[in-house]
Nanobody, 124 residues
């Protein structure tokens, strides 16, 4: 069973940094592609970043490329999203998600398991 719990959200000024974590209580974490998504009020949930089982393959939305870094520690069943140079438009609820097929893809519907989300607010 996959249970995902995000943490690390909060309020930060523009230009600041945050590190999100997503812990999986399941025992097969290393066999899931992990993704980060976000949803702002009134907008659809959008892909932010994804990482393959081994961590050797990653993908980023154009809006965060060069500012966000995804990584994972399979020994700790945790995936991270390091966010730097944050902008007000990064404000959203951030979700992590898991997918049992080892291909990083962007559609939210391709991910089977979801966390409850963590709020990130960037003030100008």
């Amino acid at each position: 069973q996959v249970q995902l719990v995000e943490s690390g959200g909060g309020l930060v000024q523009a230009g600041g940094s945050l590190r999100l974590s997503c812990a999986n209580s399941g025992r097969t974490f290393s066999t899931y592609v992990m993704g980060w998504f976000r949803q702002a009020p009134g907008k659809e949930r959008e892909f932010v970043s994804g990482i393959s089982w081994s961590g050797t393959s990653t993908d980023y939305a154009d809006s965060v490329k060069g500012r966000f870094t995804i990584s994972r520690d399979n020994a700790k069943n945790t995936v991270f999203l390091q966010m730097s140079s944050l902008k007000p438009e990064d404000t959203a609820v951030y979700y992590c998600a898991a997918r049992p097929v080892n291909i990083v893809v962007r559609p939210p519907t391709s991910y089977a398991y979801w966390g409850q989300g963590t709020q990130v607010t960037v003030s100008s």
